[in-house]
Every structure is written in C-alpha cells, then in structure tokens.
C-alpha cells in the first residue's frame, strides 16, 4: 500500500521530459486567462458566456489542427501530463472554493434536488444517448457528467475514469459551452417574464438555477442578474452539485468495471466444484474498481477549509492556481483534438446535448417544484 502510494505520488511530480510541453502549456493558459480579462475590459463584461477554459480549449484546437503535430513528439509528454495529473491536481484544489457552512445555509431541500436533478440527468442521458440517439458510450458518459454535476469540470474530471479519447471530450465540453450558454440567458428572462413566479419564489429559482444550469460561472450570471441575495443561494446550490462529484465518480468507476464472466466464475470454482457466491464475486469486482482519489481529496480540502482559519490571502492563492491549472488541462486538451475526429462524431452529441438542456429546464423544474411543496 505504501509503495503504491509513493509511486502515485511521484507520478504528479513533472520529469525533464515534461517541461517543454508544459512550458507549451503555461505560456497558452496564460495567453487564455490574460485574453478573457482583456476581452471583458473591452466589452465592460457584455460578453457573457465566456471563460478562460473555453478560449483555452479553442486556441489549443487551432494549434492543435495546425502547428502543433510538427512539434508533438518533443512536446507530447508535458502536454499529457497537463491533461493528467495536472487536471487531478486542479479537482482536487476545486474544494477551496466551497465550504460545509455554506452547504448548511441552503438547507435540505437544495440538497434534495441537486441529488435527484443528477440522477435523473445522467441516467436519461445515458438512456437516450445508447437507447435511441445510438451515440457511443464514451461521448454519452461525458455529455452526461457535465449537464449533470459541473460542466466542462465534470466532463475532464470523468475522462480518467472513462478513458475517452481527446475529441470526445472535446464534444462533451461543446455541448456544455453551447447549452449551458442559452440556459445562462434565458433564466433569467423565465424569471423576468413572471413565468416561474407562480412556482418558485426568488430564493427557490436561486436553488433551480444552481441545480440545473451547466457551469459555475454561468449560474453567477444568471443568479445575480435577479440580486446579489440570489446569486449567493444559486451560488451554493451549485457548488453542493460539484461536492456530488466525489461519489459520482466512485459509483461510475464501479459500474464500468468489468463483470466476471460465466467462464471466469466456473474456472474461480472451489476443490469442492462450488461455484464461487455472489458476495465473493462482488469483493473481487469492488477490488477491481479504480478509486478517484482525487475526488475524494477534493471532500477533504472542502472538510479542512471548514474546519481550519485559513487567511484570505492563502486561499485567494489556491483558487487562483486552481484555476491555472483547469486552463492549462484544457489548452493541452485542445493540443490533442482533431478535427476530423470531431466531424466524424456528427450531429447527434450536440442533439442530446440539446435534448438533456430542456430536460434541465422542464425536468428540473418540476424537481424543484415538487420537492419545495411537498418536502
């Protein structure tokens, strides 16, 4: 155990191999990050729906389609150690942004309905996307993980457990760019109309709107474009969705774990030719499945930025890097995206894509609906 440990541990420690690529990286987020600012100065913040990890990931893919493959072989270590262990480091700071206080202030019911609006998401895109769409498993988990949990950061943080290949998160982070956009739009108009009004108070579209928009940052905008009172509320709503991660993906790696065969279990037979039990055929596969631990150390940085006086200045630090690194995981992502490969995907990723963004808002309305009447 502890050998293992060591050597996962030395595994996020970079190699001279690396630091080309991650120079590549660096210098490509900090273009991404320094662009988004320039474009928000210019615009005195009109231009909404933008990020750093969404100019990150274009730019990569420019490159990607154009200069960079000239290049890749001296480059591509540093660059897949970006979308690797760089991407589990940046979950894993991801817990500095949120606390258990905050949790606590929502109440229950915000719980209640960030809990069944993922559910219920990622298993009628999972259905929708196999059963009918006939859209391969890979791009389905992805695209089901981002509209359910946390965006474009669920979509790259599900990737190691799926191992999907670049373009399919590529398609996966389009679909929640591109919807998570319109829902951060047209929320706030709903609102404004008098059409939720009936049904939901402002502090419960708050809870709707952090339950069932894509992003982080586009559930600000549309929070805060009623008041600041119901931002707050969205605001923690959400991040109580982004606290889900943890368990998801534990509860994922378990169920794309590979089931014994019938071959496996008769040859696992006893002297006595009993077949091996149920129960000892489920240890073999719970041994088998590949824990996301940094999931699980994003939990406990939440926990410790509970319980812990951390100053201000140290924890404004660790977002700031935390967002660094989500950057450079994307722009290495965009490095590595073909866009053949993205083409040859065709239309009906973003049609499911388009389908589970009016399942959120309908389907996740009625959740918010019945669960603040009747709970």
Known sequence: ??????????????????????????????????LNTQIDILSQGRVVGLSALTLAIIIGMVLGNTIYPRFAPKLVGGVSFAKGQLLRLAIMLYGF???????????????????????????????????????????????????????????????????????????????????????????????????????????????YTGSSVHEVAQVVVAGNAINTEVGNTAVVTKMIRVMMLAPFLLILSFLLTTKPSPRSNTTNMTNNSVPVSGKSALMRRLTEVKVPWFAFIFILIVVLHTVL?????????????????????????????????????????????AIMFVWLIIGGGLINVFINQFI
């Not at 440990?5 to 660096?26: D, E, Q, W």
């Not at 457990?161 to 929640?176: D, F, G, L, P, S």
């Not at 935390?322 to 290495?332: G, Q, R, V």
């Open 97 to 207: 942004k949120l606390t258990l206080t905050q949790v606590a202030s929502v109440g229950m019911p915000a719980i209640m309905i960030d809990a069944a609006v993922l559910s219920s998401t990622f298993i009628l895109t999972y259905w929708l996307g196999t059963r009918w769409l006939k859209v391969d498993r890979q791009t389905t988990l992805l695209i089901g993980s981002g509209a359910s949990i946390c965006g474009a950061a669920a979509v790259i943080a599900a990737e190691p457990v799926i191992k999907a290949e670049a373009h399919k998160v590529t398609i996966a982070v389009a679909t929640v760019v591109v919807f998570g956009t319109l829902a951060m739009l047209l929320y706030p108009v709903f609102y404004h109309l008098g059409w939720l009004q009936p049904w939901l108070s402002a502090q419960q579209y708050g809870i």
């Open 1 to 34: 155990m502890l050998s293992a440990f060591k050597t996962t541990l030395s595994s996020y420690i970079p190699r001279r191999c690396h630091l080309f690529g991650l120079g590549l990286v660096l210098v490509g987020s900090i273009i991404s990050i320094w």
């Open 309 to 353: 006086d951390m100053s201000e200045p140290f924890i404004r630090t660790m977002v700031k890097a935390d967002d660094m690194l989500l950057t450079m995981a994307m722009f290495a992502l965009g490095l590595t995206t073909h866009l053949s490969a993205v083409k040859q995907a065709g239309i009906k990723p973003l049609l499911l894509g």
